[in-house]
């Protein structure tokens, strides 16, 4: 919407003459222009402006650039309020600081150019998502995380959305501890559920229970009724995934899916020897 605004102050912009209509005659006609006897308007340089045609359009224009411009200011203030919420929100979740700095920038393209581009195609078309996910398969080191962590940095900044990072074996003790500790969030399944988007590393790693088992479905069955996105990160191939979480949950994570098959070396020990 800011974009769209964006250009319609821009075209608009360009459309106004560059004229000075503060004077005793119009720029346009040439018809005299008086000014008001009223002392303080009359310290504000105003006139009563000619009523010609080219006037009345022209000053039309201005106050249209000046309405466009007072709500972009006030949509951008907005934006900056709910993209800061957005951020402290990232920031309490299993992200971590490392992966709060990871970017698209930052990621080792030529690694996997074909799993960079999928992921920033992602990132950039979320504003017109409407449930699709996105999971990263690959063995340890190739980036999956990396990447999903720069998908949900970018729609935190570009588009001001919440996200919920988590490892999955964190959130899982996470959420068992919070049947015993007061301190802890008591509320983490429902942000799950209802975040813009939800980022789930290393599924599959946790062993599977009826716990575990229940808590993936109800997140992710709510996610998948709503049109919720989700990226996953797993080690595991689909059809362990399959085994491990059973058709309902498996069927819904994977509809309206992109699987990215990530290459490449180990990227942690790739820094050790090269």
């Not at 203030?77 to 970017?103: C, D, H, P, V, Y």
């Not at 716990?211 to 069955?221: A, Q």
């Not at 819904?252 to 020897?273: D, E, F, S, T």
Request: proline share 1%; net charge negative.
């Amino acid at each position: 919407m800011m974009e769209d605004m964006e250009a319609q102050i821009s075209t608009l912009t360009d459309s106004i003459e560059e004229v000075n209509i503060h004077q005793n005659y119009c720029p346009f006609c040439g018809a005299e222009q008086t000014r008001p006897k009223i002392e303080i308007l009359v310290r504000q340089n105003v006139y009563n402006y000619c009523s010609c045609d080219a006037m009345r359009e022209h000053r039309d224009k201005l106050n249209n650039l000046d309405f466009l411009k007072q709500k972009y200011d006030e949509l951008s203030q907005s934006f900056e309020l709910r993209k800061k919420k957005a951020r402290a929100r990232l920031e309490n979740t299993g992200i971590g600081k490392r992966f709060l700095e990871a970017t698209f920038d930052s990621f080792d393209k030529d690694s996997d150019r074909n799993a960079y581009e999928r992921a920033l195609e992602y990132a950039q078309s979320f504003g017109e998502n409407e449930g699709e996910n996105i999971i990263f398969i690959g063995d340890v080191g190739t980036g999956k995380t990396h990447l999903a962590a720069a998908i949900a940095n970018y729609i935190v900044d570009k588009f001001a959305c919440s996200v919920e990072f988590w490892n999955y074996s964190e959130v899982l003790a996470e959420m068992r501890a919070a049947f015993w500790d007061e301190t802890k969030d008591k509320n983490l399944e429902s942000k799950m559920c209802n975040a813009d988007l939800l980022v789930i590393d290393d599924l599959g790693k946790e062993k599977v229970s009826v716990f575990s088992t229940e808590v993936l479905y109800r997140v992710i069955n709510y996610r998948y009724k709503e049109k919720l996105p989700i990226v996953t990160t797993t080690n595991a191939d689909l059809d362990f995934l399959y085994e491990s979480m059973g058709e309902a949950v498996f069927s819904r994570l994977v509809c309206i899916c992109q699987a990215v098959k990530m290459q490449g070396i180990n990227y942690r020990l790739k820094k050790l020897y090269y």
